[in-house]
C-alpha cells in the first residue's frame, strides 16, 4: 500500500510564493514519475507540472514559467515551487505518483488535495 501526504498549501496574496511538498510512504521499489494537477471550483483537474525519474520535467504551455517541480529522490518526496501567484492559481493542488513496489506491482497513487487561495 501507497500513500502520499501533501502539505504547503494555503492563503497567500497574490504575487506571492507558496511550495507545495508531496511525501510518498510505502513499500515501494521505485518512483517512475511525479506530477501535480490542479483542480479549481467548476472545471476539470489539468496538469501542472510532471517529473519521469531519470527523465524529463514537463510543464504544459500554460503553466512555464511560474512553476517549478523538483525532486527529493532520497526522501521520496516531490516539490510544486509556486511563483507570482495569480487569484487564477486558486484550486485544490493534488499529487499523483505512479510507483514500482515490490514484485513488479505498480501503483498510481493520488494525494488527498490541498487548497491553494490567492487572493489579498
Known amino acids: 500500500q501507497v500513500h502520499l501526504v501533501e502539505s504547503g498549501g494555503g492563503l497567500v496574496q497574490p504575487g506571492g510564493s507558496l511550495r507545495l511538498s508531496c511525501a510518498t510512504f510505502g513499500s515501494i521499489r521505485s518512483i517512475n514519475s511525479m506530477r501535480w494537477y490542479r483542480q479549481a471550483l467548476g472545471t476539470e483537474r489539468e496538469l501542472v507540472a510532471s517529473i519521469t525519474t531519470g527523465g524529463p520535467i514537463q510543464y504544459p504551455d500554460s503553466m512555464k514559467g511560474r512553476f517549478t517541480i523538483s525532486a527529493d529522490n532520497a526522501k521520496n518526496t516531490v516539490y510544486l515551487q509556486m511563483n507570482s501567484l495569480k487569484p487564477e492559481d486558486t484550486a485544490v493542488y493534488y499529487c499523483?505518483?505512479?510507483?514500482?513496489?515490490?514484485?513488479?506491482?505498480?501503483?498510481?497513487?493520488w494525494g488527498q488535495g490541498i487548497q491553494v487561495v490567492v487572493s489579498s
Open positions: 499523483n505518483v505512479i510507483a514500482t513496489g515490490w514484485g513488479q506491482k505498480l501503483y498510481d497513487t
